[in-house]
């Protein structure tokens, strides 16, 4: 166990994908040693943290502002952040899935959420839907327990095991004794974000287990909510299980988490779904068009210029056929970023996670226009700049000069070519930018295009608050104009930012009025 500035936490040694486990109200890292032991899981490197207030966290300053969900997130994101340069799959438990779902709408390099024992809210109102009614759950937000509120809240998280296993009553011994009180009273107060929103439009894998015997959380509450990444599009039910499902039934738990991180979560998956995603309208072109597969002689003349002209510093270029899903000629990638293994299935996982999503964005609706309009070899040149992460681990700003080198006899694009520039002296800015020239196509059309397609990059919510930003109001401003928190306004702002990739909210409202968003 050690401390990194407020918050201790305990690791396995594995070597495998990181996963964070976050405990619920008034328990600690403790609750998880069952998953840092595990047979199952030992492969993947553990991290279970004691959340500021309890275990062996540091105790807070200022009770009343530190101990709200929001606060607890942050403090997870900002001890994330300095831990961990490479992707993270989180895993909650009861507050800590309130609290990991605030961080999914924070983190850029999480490929992977878990929650269980947790009803997403969007407000205080939700509270009596999403928990069910029992005298015991409100002792978890008074800060003094007899020995009766003990014994009946142990019952209520761990069933009869409660019995015989003193872990859940020494952790509620040692959580801050003004814990509890503060949180229920920022809870009310409706200082958290809307939980239903993130998990609404979360991009990566999510999974949800419940308890067979949970007497905390209402099941039907959280399946009527609408999570599109939902793993196998429904709840996972670990039997004959309480609250504490993790902890009094391990063996089934970490199994179902195994199979999750397995089956959703490794960026071989995850690579192949972005090109499959982007491309497939181009892939079952190509499939159904039974053109040779043979380099014509313009290619083989194209292919024979590129390679016998020198390339300068900080340059490189390679060529991908869409037939075979494969870069069938490269040159400079290694010297310019260090990878030997570079093809079509990798390249996805080196763009920036802050720049992942806004790239991804751009490069499909260029490539869905062209899916639909005809365009002539080396008619057409698309620019896009992203931040590109190196083999040593470090970003570099990339300008990408994309062409169509060949088409098929439908004219749809079968092969590229591909002129990388490392611009990182010149752009000081991190936002996504592109181009796109078209000799055979009305460029003025392919911006419509695009600029349509960015109408929808924002939800009905996000441009309401847009158009309050227009007009100078702040963040209290308009939660007191829409009656929701100003946490849930901030968390709305920051979505927006990482969509658009802008820096602040001046740049913000640029992006929008440029793609006639507002």
């Known amino acids: 166990m050690k401390l990194d500035d407020n918050i201790y936490y305990t690791s396995n040694q594995g070597t495998g994908s990181a996963l964070i486990f976050i405990h619920g109200n008034s328990l600690s890292s403790k609750s998880f040693e069952k998953q840092l032991n595990s047979p199952i899981l030992r492969k993947f490197n553990i991290t279970a943290i004691d959340l500021p207030g309890h275990g062996n966290s540091m105790r807070a300053d200022n009770p009343s502002r530190e101990y709200s969900v929001s606060s607890l997130a942050q403090a997870v994101v900002e001890f994330i952040s300095s831990k961990f340069h490479e992707s993270v799959i989180l895993v909650g438990h009861s507050l800590g899935g309130h609290v990991a779902i605030e961080v999914a709408a924070q983190l850029k390099i999480l490929k992977g959420l878990v929650f269980f024992g947790t009803p997403p809210v969007s407000s205080p109102i939700d509270i009596p839907n999403g928990f069910l009614p029992t005298e015991s759950f409100s002792y978890a937000f008074q800060d003094n327990l007899n020995e009766y509120k003990l014994n009946k809240m142990c019952r209520l998280n761990l069933g009869d095991s409660f019995e015989y296993d003193n872990m859940l009553k020494n952790d509620i011994l040692n959580t801050d004794k003004s814990f509890r009180g503060c949180l229920g009273t920022s809870v009310g107060k409706g200082e958290f974000a809307d939980e239903i929103m993130i998990v609404n439009e979360l991009k990566i894998p999510v999974a949800v287990f419940h308890g067979e015997l949970d007497q905390v959380v209402n099941i039907d509450y959280i399946k009527k909510l609408d999570i599109p990444n939902l793993w196998k599009s429904e709840i996972q039910i670990i039997k004959n299980s309480p609250h504490l499902s993790h902890y009094v039934n391990p063996n089934e738990f970490n199994t179902l988490l195994n199979k999750f991180i397995i089956e959703e979560c490794t960026w071989y998956k995850m690579k192949l779904?972005?090109?499959?995603?982007?491309?497939?309208?181009?892939?079952?072109?190509?499939?159904?068009?039974?053109?040779?597969?043979?380099?014509?002689?313009?290619?083989?003349?194209?292919?024979?210029?590129?390679?016998?002209?020198?390339?300068?510093?900080?340059?490189?270029?390679?060529?991908?056929?869409?037939?075979?899903?494969?870069?069938?000629?490269?040159?400079?990638?290694?010297?310019?970023?260090?990878?030997?293994?570079?093809?079509?299935?990798?390249?996805?996982?080196?763009?920036?996670?802050?720049?992942?999503?806004?790239?991804?964005?751009?490069?499909?609706?260029?490539?869905?226009?062209?899916?639909?309009?005809?365009?002539?070899?080396?008619?057409v040149m698309f620019s896009i700049t992203a931040r590109v992460k190196k083999e040593d681990g470090n970003y570099i700003n990339l300008l990408r000069n994309t062409t169509i080198l060949d088409v098929n006899k439908k004219n749809k694009m079968t092969k590229s070519y591909s002129l990388l520039s490392d611009i990182s002296n010149i752009k000081s800015n991190n936002q996504v930018m592109w181009n796109c020239a078209c000799n055979g196509t009305n460029t003025e059309e392919l911006v419509k295009f695009v600029k349509e397609k960015h109408k929808n990059i924002f939800t009905k919510k996000e441009k309401e608050i847009l158009r309050y930003l227009q007009q100078g109001k702040n963040s209290k401003t308009i939660s007191d104009i829409l009656f929701v928190s100003k946490h849930t306004i901030d968390t709305h702002r920051r979505k927006m930012l990482a969509k658009s990739t802008c820096s602040n909210t001046v740049e913000l409202l640029s992006f929008a009025r440029n793609n006639a968003i507002i």
Do not use: C, W
């Open 273 to 379: 779904d972005y090109y499959k995603d982007i491309y497939e309208n181009y892939y079952q072109m190509i499939i159904d068009d039974k053109t040779s597969n043979e380099l014509s002689d313009s290619v083989k003349s194209v292919l024979f210029s590129i390679d016998n002209s020198p390339l300068t510093l900080g340059h490189a270029h390679y060529v991908i056929d869409y037939h075979l899903k494969k870069i069938i000629y490269q040159k400079g990638i290694e010297e310019l970023l260090g990878y030997s293994d570079f093809d079509v299935d990798t390249i996805a996982s080196y763009v920036h996670p802050d720049d992942y999503d806004r790239h991804a964005f751009i490069v499909k609706s260029v490539v869905d226009f062209f899916a639909i309009h005809t365009s002539s070899p080396l008619e």
